[in-house]
C-alpha cells in the first residue's frame, strides 16, 4: 500500500506539472485505485521457511495455483474483474460486455483465472468468444493483483536470493519485464510482471533464453547512463532496466514501466521484442 500511495503521489506530480496525463498513464492511475480500494490485507506466508528453502532448491515458484487460489477472496474477485474490464474498456474503446457476462458466473472465472496463472491460451477457455487474448490478460491481471503482491511480499522475505537466480520470479512463476542495478555494488535484479516481486539475477545472462554468450548480449544506455535496454541477439527480446547508482531520488519500480514507454518504442525499431 505504501508503494501505490507513492505512485498515485507521484503521478497527481506529473500531472500537475504537464497539465494532464497520457492515456496510458491516466489507465493506469484507475487500473491502481481498484486494486487500492480492494484493501487486500498483509498475508501471512502460505509455507515454512524450511518448505520455503526446500521449494527453492527444487528450482520450482513458490505458490502453486490451488495454494494462490485458497487466499483469494473469491467474493470481491468478480467485482474487481468488472471495475478492471470496465475502466479498460472506456481508455481502449472495447466493449466490456463479454467481459462483464464472464464476471457473473464465478465457476468459469475462477477457470480463467487459473489458466491466467498457468500459462493457458486464454482464448480457448469457456464462455470467452469474442473477447480478444490481450484484453481479458489485462483484465484478469487486474483482478489478481492485489492477491498476488500480498503473498509476494510475504513469501520473498524468506527466499534466500543466492539459491535462485533463475529466469522466472521465485514466487509466482511469471516473467521479468523490469531491472534494476542496485546502488551497492551494482547486482541486477529483476521485476516480476505479474506480482512486483523482485530477485537478483546475473549481469550477463539473458533473462528469456538463458544464453550466457557474451557475444550475443549488448545494452544500450541513454546519455546519463541512467537508463539501460539489455538485448539479446540469440532470442531477439530486450528488457528494461534503470541503474540506481546513478540517482539519489527515490525510484518506483513498477511506475517505471509506465515512464519508459519510448525504450519500448526503441527496442522495437532495433528489431527486438518484449521478453
Given at each position: 500500500m505504501d508503494i501505490n500511495n507513492k505512485i498515485l503521489?507521484?503521478?497527481?506530480?506529473?500531472?500537475?506539472?504537464e497539465g494532464e496525463l497520457p492515456q496510458?498513464?491516466?489507465?493506469?492511475?484507475?487500473l491502481l485505485l481498484i486494486q487500492i480500494?480492494?484493501?487486500?490485507?498483509?498475508?501471512?506466508?502460505?509455507?515454512?521457511?524450511?518448505?520455503?528453502?526446500?521449494?527453492?532448491?527444487?528450482?520450482?515458484p513458490l505458490l502453486k495455483w490451488d495454494a494462490l487460489s485458497?487466499?483469494?477472496?473469491?467474493t470481491i474477485f468478480p467485482q474487481l474483474f468488472r471495475k478492471a474490464a470496465t475502466t479498460i474498456s472506456k481508455y481502449t474503446e472495447r466493449t466490456p460486455k463479454g467481459l462483464n457476462d464472464v464476471s457473473f458466473n464465478l465457476a468459469t472465472l475462477q477457470e480463467i483465472a487459473k489458466a491466467w496463472y498457468e500459462g493457458s491460451p486464454l482464448s480457448s477457455q469457456e464462455n470467452t468468444k469474442g473477447i480478444t487474448e490481450e484484453l481479458l490478460d489485462a483484465?484478469?491481471?487486474?483482478?489478481?493483483?492485489p492477491f498476488l503482491t500480498a503473498q509476494g511480499n510475504a513469501l520473498i522475505k524468506l527466499v534466500d536470493q543466492e539459491q535462485w537466480r533463475r529466469r522466472i520470479c521465485?514466487?509466482?512463476?511469471?516473467?521479468?519485464?523490469?531491472?534494476?542495478?542496485?546502488?551497492?555494488?551494482?547486482?541486477?535484479?529483476?521485476?516480476?510482471?505479474?506480482?512486483?516481486?523482485?530477485?537478483?539475477?546475473?549481469?550477463?545472462e539473458c533473462p528469456y533464453c538463458g544464453t550466457q554468450n557474451q557475444n550475443e548480449l549488448a545494452y544500450f544506455a541513454d546519455d546519463k547512463e541512467l537508463y539501460r535496454l539489455y538485448v539479446c541477439q540469440q532470442c531477439h527480446t530486450y528488457l528494461k532496466a534503470i541503474d540506481l547508482r546513478?540517482?539519489?531520488?527515490?525510484?518506483?519500480?513498477?511506475?517505471?514501466?509506465?515512464?519508459t514507454v519510448d525504450m519500448d518504442r526503441q527496442g522495437q525499431e532495433k528489431g527486438y521484442k518484449r521478453g
Open positions: 503521489a507521484k503521478l497527481k506530480e506529473l500531472q500537475q506539472k496510458y498513464l491516466e489507465l493506469y492511475r484507475q480500494e480492494a484493501n487486500i490485507p498483509s498475508r501471512k506466508p502460505l509455507l515454512t521457511k524450511d518448505e520455503i528453502n526446500a521449494i527453492i532448491r527444487k528450482g520450482t485458497s487466499s483469494i477472496d473469491w483484465t484478469i491481471h487486474c483482478a489478481m493483483k521465485p514466487v509466482c512463476g511469471g516473467k521479468p519485464d523490469f531491472a534494476f542495478l542496485e546502488k551497492e555494488k551494482g547486482a541486477r535484479w529483476l521485476l516480476c510482471s505479474r506480482c512486483d516481486t523482485e530477485w537478483l539475477f546475473q549481469r550477463l546513478r540517482t539519489d531520488s527515490e525510484v518506483l519500480l513498477p511506475l517505471e514501466r509506465l515512464l
